[in-house]
Every structure is written in structure tokens, then in C-alpha cells.
């Protein structure tokens, strides 16, 4: 032994030590597995417990309940890492759903920025998959569009048009929603309306009778700012129908909440009549009917094109002065 190499004597005076860092990794990796499996068994324990407040996330998720099942039962000491991943997949998860919940929340608002936040909540509350989600029943739909649109905004930069057409908008829209009516949409210098929805009611037309009064007057009030101005005054046509429409939202991927059908377009289509009969309100029978609309004459005995049922059409004294409507007095 005198002579062995200081090598060997090294290694023999360090074996005992060896063997005692052996076992304490043995205990040492022991405990680890004991300490990871109990807390695999606790997470799968804990991820049960929760699917029956939870069931949806679970169904969509399985993984951190099988990475849980998975670290209880495996033999090796990669359980804590199983159950690590677990953890951390079911955080993202969670911040994920966060997230998503929060974006509805900004697009519901954005949403109720641009329409009607009856209409918002409608679009935001149906079915995204569903190409159409609504109802039929029966509504009165108005039209208005600028007359001479063109010539107005002669001469004005882009932007002078688009401020010119955001005036118009905002005084429409308010005088739309102050007689009961939605906004359905702007197309250009051009508004549609509905009367009576998103909450079916009666008198839908004496409210856009009284809405047609009140877009006469706020244009009568923006003339005369733009008259003194030096600029041209603004007058509109209006064309009022009523009849059975399908409301609610279109669309797919551009969900858009209207309301479509043949009363819609004859609406539209009475409101370009008002040009060729020299009148500025038309409105159909059926509105005739319906409404106390005031002083009004006949204006035409035509069938108009998508109509057949329609004969006689009644050209209405808007008095700028008023909203409501009187006694009707015809020919």
C-alpha cells in the first residue's frame, strides 16, 4: 500500500465519501418523485373539482388534465416537469379566454360607436356562424337623400366633402332617433330608417311620419347656419313605406344588422320618385292607413315598379315647424 500511486490513495479515501452523496441523491431523488407525483395528484385533483364550473374550458382544453393523469402515474422523476407543463399550458389558456373576452368587450364598444346601440347589442349578441339570425314582422322604413348632392360639394377638397357628409349624418341621425327610429345605414349622402324595431310597437309610422317633420327642419336649421355662411342651403327627398321586412343580422365574416325586403325597396324607390313628382315627402297607402299623417295630397295613381298592390301615392306637407302629425285631410 506504501507504494500505490496518489491517484488510488485519492480515490480510496474518497470512496466512503461517494457512497454517502450516492445515497443522499437516491433519498434526495426519492423525495423529489414523491413530492412531484403528490403534486400531480393535487392538480388532477383540483382540474376535476373544476370541470363542473368549468366544463366548457376543459372540453375545449383537455391537455393539462391529461399531462396531470400522465405525471401521477409515470415511474420516472419527469413528473414535476409534466406537472410544470400542466401549470403553465392551463395559465395560457386562461390568459388566452382573458384575452378574447376582453377584444368582444372592445368590439362591442367600437360597435356601438358607428350604430344604434340597440342594433350594437343585436349584431353582438348573435350567432357569428349563422349567415342570417332574425325575424319578420311588420315595420315602416324611410328613406332621405340630399337633392343636388353633386353641385353642393362642387369645389370642396375630399376632406370639406367628408365634413359636409358627417354634418348631415350627425343632424339626421338625431333627428331619426328623437322621433323612436334606428339608423339602419348611410350610403353616401343617403339614410335609411326603421320604425319599429329593435322593439316591435305600434304607431311605427306616425313615428316616421314625425321623423319626416323633424329631417325637414334640422335642414331648414342647417340652411340657414350655411346661408349665413355664404353657402347653399340643403334640402332633401323623403320617401316613407310600410310593410313586412326581415330584420336582423347578415353576414357572415361582416356581420351588418338591416333590415331587407320588397318594403325596403319600395321605400328607397318612393324617395327618387319625390324628383319626377315635384314634392318632397311621398309616402305609400299603407302609411296613409297607418298614420295620422297630416296634411297630404295625392300626388300620383301609378303602380311603382316591385309593387303591384300599390296604386295611389300621397305627396306630404312637411312643416318644419312640428314633429307630430294632425288629422289626415286628402283630395
Known amino acids: 500500500m506504501a507504494g500505490?500511486?496518489?491517484?488510488?490513495?485519492?480515490?480510496?479515501?474518497?470512496?466512503?465519501?461517494?457512497?454517502?452523496?450516492?445515497?443522499?441523491?437516491?433519498?434526495?431523488?426519492?423525495?423529489?418523485?414523491?413530492?412531484?407525483?403528490?403534486?400531480?395528484?393535487?392538480?388532477?385533483?383540483?382540474?376535476?373539482?373544476?370541470?363542473?364550473?368549468?366544463?366548457?374550458?376543459?372540453?375545449?382544453?383537455?391537455?393539462?388534465?391529461?399531462?396531470?393523469?400522465?405525471?401521477?402515474?409515470?415511474?420516472?422523476?419527469?413528473?414535476?416537469?409534466?406537472?410544470?407543463?400542466?401549470l403553465a399550458w392551463l395559465s395560457l389558456r386562461v390568459r388566452r379566454l382573458r384575452g378574447a373576452e376582453e377584444e368582444a368587450v372592445r368590439q362591442r364598444s367600437n360597435l356601438a360607436r358607428l350604430t344604434a346601440p340597440e342594433i350594437a347589442r343585436l349584431v353582438a349578441d348573435s350567432d357569428p356562424a349563422a349567415p342570417h339570425t332574425g325575424w319578420e314582422q311588420e315595420a315602416t322604413v324611410l328613406f332621405a337623400d340630399i337633392r343636388g348632392f353633386t353641385r353642393l360639394c362642387e369645389g370642396l377638397a375630399p376632406a370639406g366633402v367628408a365634413a359636409f357628409l358627417a354634418e348631415f349624418r350627425v343632424r339626421a341621425a338625431r333627428a331619426v332617433e328623437a322621433a323612436g327610429g334606428l339608423v339602419d345605414k348611410f350610403v353616401g349622402d343617403e339614410v335609411m330608417a326603421v320604425f319599429g324595431v329593435a322593439e316591435p310597437a305600434s304607431g311605427d309610422a306616425d313615428r316616421a311620419v314625425a321623423a319626416a317633420h323633424a329631417?325637414?327642419?334640422?335642414?331648414?336649421?342647417?340652411?340657414?347656419?350655411?346661408?349665413?355662411?355664404?353657402?347653399?342651403?340643403?334640402?332633401?327627398?323623403?320617401?316613407?313605406?310600410?310593410?313586412?321586412?326581415?330584420?336582423?343580422?347578415?353576414?357572415?365574416?361582416?356581420?351588418?344588422?338591416?333590415?331587407?325586403?320588397?318594403?325596403?325597396?319600395?321605400?328607397?324607390?318612393?324617395e327618387q320618385m319625390t324628383r319626377t313628382l315635384a314634392c318632397d315627402c311621398l309616402v305609400s297607402e299603407a302609411v296613409m292607413r297607418a298614420a295620422a299623417c297630416g296634411e297630404a295630397r295625392v300626388a300620383a295613381v301609378q303602380p311603382v315598379r316591385g309593387a303591384r298592390t300599390i296604386r295611389r301615392l300621397f305627396a306630404l306637407r312637411l312643416e318644419t315647424g312640428r314633429t307630430g302629425a294632425r288629422p289626415i285631410e286628402t283630395e
Open 215 to 270: 329631417l325637414a327642419a334640422a335642414m331648414q336649421d342647417w340652411s340657414r347656419e350655411r346661408e349665413r355662411a355664404g353657402l347653399p342651403p340643403v334640402r332633401i327627398g323623403i320617401g316613407l313605406h310600410r310593410g313586412p321586412v326581415f330584420v336582423g343580422a347578415i353576414g357572415v365574416r361582416r356581420v351588418e344588422f338591416t333590415a331587407v325586403g320588397d318594403t325596403v325597396n319600395v321605400a328607397r324607390r318612393l
Open 4 to 86: 500505490a500511486r496518489p491517484g488510488l490513495r485519492w480515490a480510496r479515501a474518497v470512496r466512503p465519501a461517494r457512497r454517502s452523496l450516492r445515497r443522499s441523491l437516491a433519498v434526495a431523488r426519492s423525495l423529489a418523485r414523491s413530492l412531484a407525483r403528490s403534486l400531480a395528484r393535487s392538480l388532477a385533483r383540483s382540474l376535476a373539482a373544476s370541470a363542473a364550473g368549468h366544463g366548457a374550458l376543459l372540453a375545449a382544453a383537455p391537455m393539462p388534465l391529461l399531462l396531470g393523469l400522465a405525471a401521477a402515474t409515470a415511474p420516472e422523476p419527469v413528473t414535476l416537469g409534466l406537472a410544470g407543463l400542466a
